[in-house]
């Protein structure tokens, strides 16, 4: 069984985030960015999905627990605060799918 969990943050540059995202995780993980959609594989059974659109970042997060989805959600979005430094702390809200 697995745990979905749909976030969303507005900002003004969802994209450039996302991007310094992509590449800061890159060293870690396969994480790879197309045309505003980013994707982090964790692990085997977490992974996370990004989409830009103007003003806001869409973050779908898969993981095998529940705890292990909140603490992820943690993870996500002090990682993106930081490289939104300017505008941070964002503001993220979270449904459980």
Not at 1 to 22: F, H, N, W
């Amino acid at each position: 069984m697995s745990v979905t969990a749909i976030g969303k943050a507005p900002c003004d540059k969802p994209e450039r985030y996302v991007q310094q995202l992509v590449s800061h995780w890159s060293h870690k993980m396969a994480a790879s960015w197309d045309s505003g959609h980013a994707e982090f594989p964790f692990s085997d059974t977490t992974r996370a999905t990004m989409d830009t659109a103007a003003g806001e970042i869409t973050i779908a997060l898969t993981t095998a627990t529940a705890d292990e989805n909140v603490h992820m959600r943690g993870v996500i979005e002090r990682h993106l605060d930081r490289f939104a430094f300017r505008e941070a702390p964002l503001s993220y809200e979270w449904t459980d799918q």
